[in-house]
């Protein structure tokens, strides 16, 4: 009895980890600052590879920040591997929800 409790508890635990954690490729990918893991942490905006969004702080909301140009004047795209926003030439697209 003990461990069909268990069991179910686990389940349960997993089911709700997977629905709060899902990717939806059908939203902006906009993250709640409010949870600790995406404050500070460049994060990939599905509907415009120009931008990434930025959690200041826990209290604060996600804000679009733009890719600048680089230093000899080339247009960026943000780099969702890594992290960081590159020029056209070094970007490549990759899937949404790996």
Partial sequence: ????????????FVVLFTAVNACDPNTNNQPDCSNASNV?????????PTRYWWCQSSSSTAE????A????SVTTGFDPTLKECV????WSWTAYCP
């Avoid at 500070?40 to 415009?48: A, S």
């Avoid at 679009?64 to 890719?67: D, F, L, S």
């Fill in 1 to 12: 009895m003990k461990s069909t409790l268990a069991f179910v508890c686990l389940a349960l």
């Fill in 40 to 48: 500070q942490v460049k994060i990939r905006n599905f509907w415009d």
């Fill in 64 to 67: 679009a920040v733009v890719c």
């Fill in 69 to 72: 140009e680089s230093a000899d």
């Fill in 87 to 90: 020029p056209w030439s070094q």
